[in-house]
């Protein structure tokens, strides 16, 4: 594929006009054209997520087979070789994601379970900030076949000082659910992840697991091995915990060992308002930091002696420990995609090392890239992966740029201008990645941090020449029970990493809620920054049309005017003022904080139990309330006996509670319990002459990770409505 694409590409025809100035563009950067390679993987990849319905097993192979076989035929001649490369990679990154699919298929749990005893084999933990997250694989659960278990569960533990280790049989009371489906429709999907992570259940234990005698099950190889990492992992959680406590302790903990959850979700708050929530996440930036350490660290102490410095390759043995160092930091933290990712930047940079040549280059990126989208393509669809390589693309298409410019420039740096250009050079740094990352902060998110700049220039020093350092000292010093020595310096970084983060995300107007972006306006941003990042000449800057038209694209959002939960127990109305009103604000925390992000919500507000609300919009009522947006109306029913007189007067209805359809034919959305179970959470927009609605089915497709799936009316199945009441029931 990198020779239809390479140097030696024999040349287009030659057209006339604007066509001919696109030949020559292409022609003269045709050193490039591989960089795009990985771009079509990744469409390929996007366009299997896409797909509303599960695409016939054999599609991708059978695609990437034919386009290689036309490849083949047409060798040397025509235009088609330079495109069909481009479509082979689109068909073998949908075949990748359909292989991917198939390799994790696991069983899922299709309702709740428990209170119950289950039987199973700790895997790994993870510390909270009241207690510990237990992943388990289960061996025995009351009630389900052993080929229904799923492989993996989720289970919180509070109160629990410290797990047992890793391999450990265990017996714990627990009440498991299926991974939650999107709080709305456009929401994060965590159903999707958790079925590529093989996690078939979530949920929470009664009381402390207890150990049991017995075979844990059979294990491999790579079981044997995750295990072995993963017991590492705990022991220096536990470690790290003993000598540090409270917040800094679980900073510590999360940037030694990529575990998170022990950091209180008040300091996590901070760390996003200030533009630093990238320094708990493991990336390119923490990898670097380690191998970079250890590379210098030992070639700084190795040139202290002669003989050595003089008769002896002192800079590749520091890099081939640098590159061991990495390794281990690779698997300390689990193997995450974005720390997969770096590794493989920094092997290669370490390998360039080794054989005298320089790596640092967008196809050092693009192989990266690539070698991801194949193994693990459902990382494409992750905001830690789009922001990862947004940031590293732009920072390297940047250093390019600056390089040429520098190349022109012959005259010697002094001391001062050395310290200005370190300061402008972190400056920069910072200013590119937030531009870069921002996009995708604000379509997962829907929030931009506008002190980041600041904030970094005093963060990521700190955290590069000052924390880091220490967590690695650290780390090396536990064998010998020292780690002390290197934790309380590591501490006190920390709180002066703390202090920056709570000090910026104080100042006025720190943070920016911005309306969802939608796809289309994500994928002209994508684009246009892949057109000028990837390319060198003039043309590339025709990109910033789609970026900015992209970036206005949030301007578009329309907010629903109705929410109801999929779970039947919440449902709000949003008026004109921009604020949502529920009946309740108590026990659907995380549902409000989804719709505040992704309605664009300014503020929730508990409806009155009688009277209006909501500039007179908004009548309630001990029944249920109604709501008037223009000429149309919504109904929102607590007790189903208000349907008799409010289903001939609004055009939607929406019941929690099951309702009997006969009686309701007039409006036209009629919405109860036996809905939302069956089509998830739906958002309804009241427009002049129409209703339109989504749900959450609907964005998922009928794909294996969506629990509607296997949900279908009695019609279908043949049950009853009292059976299928006692299903839904069931399945709450």
């Known amino acids: 594929m990198s020779t239809a694409l390479g140097d030696d590409a024999l040349p287009l025809p030659r057209p006339a006009g604007w066509t001919a100035v696109l030949r020559d563009c292409l022609l003269a950067e045709r050193g490039r054209w591989p960089l795009w390679l990985p771009v079509f993987l990744g469409m390929g990849v996007a366009g299997y997520f896409a797909a509303p319905v599960e695409p016939p097993a054999w599609l991708g192979g059978s695609a990437a087979a034919a386009v290689l076989a036309a490849l083949v035929a047409v060798r040397r001649s025509g235009p088609l070789r330079f495109v069909l490369p481009l479509l082979l990679a689109m068909a073998l990154g949908l075949a990748a994601a359909q292989a991917r699919q198939a390799l994790v298929a696991a069983p899922v749990l299709e309702r709740s379970w428990g209170p119950g005893w289950l039987t199973a084999e700790l895997l790994a933990a993870e510390p909270q900030a009241r207690g510990w997250r237990l992943y388990l694989r289960p061996l025995e659960m009351t009630g389900l076949a052993p080929e229904a278990l799923p492989a993996q569960v989720r289970v919180t533990v509070a109160g629990l000082d410290d797990p047992p280790a890793p391999g450990s049989r265990l017996a714990l009371r627990a009440a498991l659910r299926p991974p939650s489906a999107p709080a709305l429709p456009g929401a994060f999907d965590f159903a999707r992840q958790a079925w590529f992570q093989g996690l078939g259940g979530v949920g929470f234990a009664y009381g402390a697991p207890r150990l049991q005698e017995g075979p844990p099950g059979e294990q491999g190889l790579r079981q044997r091995w995750d295990l072995w990492w993963s017991a590492l992992r705990q022991t220096v959680t536990t470690r790290i915990a003993a000598s540090l406590d409270g917040p800094r302790g679980g900073v510590a903990i999360a940037l030694v060992t990529g575990q998170r959850g022990g950091i209180p979700e008040a300091v996590q708050e901070h760390m996003r308002d200030a533009g630093l929530a990238h320094l708990l996440a493991i990336s390119g930036l923490h990898m670097g930091l380690v191998a970079g350490f250890l590379f210098f660290a030992l070639r700084t102490s190795l040139a202290l002696l002669p003989r050595l410095a003089l008769y002896h390759p002192i800079k590749k043995w520091a890099a081939s420990v640098a ?4 390794f281990v ?76 410019r520098r190349g022109r420039d012959r005259e010697p740096p002094t001391l ?7 300061v402008l050079g972190v400056a920069a740094t910072s200013l590119v990645a937030m531009l870069a990352t921002a996009p995708f902060a604000v379509f997962h998110f829907q929030r931009l941090a506008l002190w980041g700049l600041p904030a970094n220039l005093v963060a990521v020093p700190l955290t590069a020449f000052w924390i880091m350092p220490w967590a690695v000292v650290a780390v090396l010093l536990m064998p010998f029970g020292l780690e002390g020595l290197a934790l309380a310096p590591m501490g006190w970084g920390i709180d002066l990493l703390l202090l920056t983060a709570e000090t910026v995300a104080g100042w006025p107007a720190a943070v920016l809620q911005v309306p969802p972006m939608p796809d289309w306006g994500l994928a002209l941003i994508v684009l246009g920054g892949l057109w000028l990042c990837l390319w060198q000449r003039g043309w590339r800057w025709a990109a910033i049309l789609p970026i900015l038209a992209g970036a206005l694209s949030p301007l578009a959002f329309a907010p629903p005017d109705l929410l109801v939960g999929g779970d039947g127990r919440l449902a709000g109305f949003r008026d004109t003022e921009g604020r949502l009103w529920v009946a309740s604000q108590r026990g659907s925390r995380f549902v409000l904080d989804t719709w505040q992000r992704q ?74 319990r036996f809905d939302l179970w069956r089509e998830g959470a739906h958002a309804v927009w009241l427009e002049p002459g129409e209703v339109r609605w989504a749900t959450v089915a609907q964005q998922q497709g009928a794909r294996p990770w969506s629990p509607y799936l296997r949900r279908r009316p009695p019609w279908e199945t043949g049950e009853s409505e009292s059976g299928d009441e006692a299903a839904e029931a069931e399945a709450q």
């Open 329 to 404: 930091y690779l698997n300390l933290v689990g193997a995450s995609i974005p720390a997969e990712r770096a590794f493989l930047m920094v092997l290669v940079v370490l390998l360039a090392v080794l054989l005298d040549r320089r790596a640092l280059s967008l196809r050092l990126v693009a192989v990266a890239a690539a070698a991801i989208l194949v193994v693990a393509p459902e990382s494409l669809m992750t905001a830690s992966f789009q922001m990862s390589f947004a940031a590293v693309t732009a920072l390297i298409a940047a250093y390019e740029a600056w390089r040429r």
């Open 599 to 672: 309605a664009f919500v300014g503020a929730v507000e508990t409806w009155p139990r009688l009277g209006t609300a909501g500039e007179g919009a908004l009548s309630c009522d001990p029944l249920g309330c109604l709501f008037q947006v223009g000429e149309n109306r919504a109904a929102l029913l607590l007790d189903p006996r208000a349907a008799d007189d409010d289903c001939g007067l609004v055009e939607v209805v929406v019941s929690l509670e099951p309702l009997r359809r006969q009686s309701c034919a007039g409006p036209a959305l009629v919405v109860d």
């Open 416 to 422: 001062m201008r050395r310290a200005g250009g370190y």
């Open 323 to 326: 590159a061991a160092g990495a």
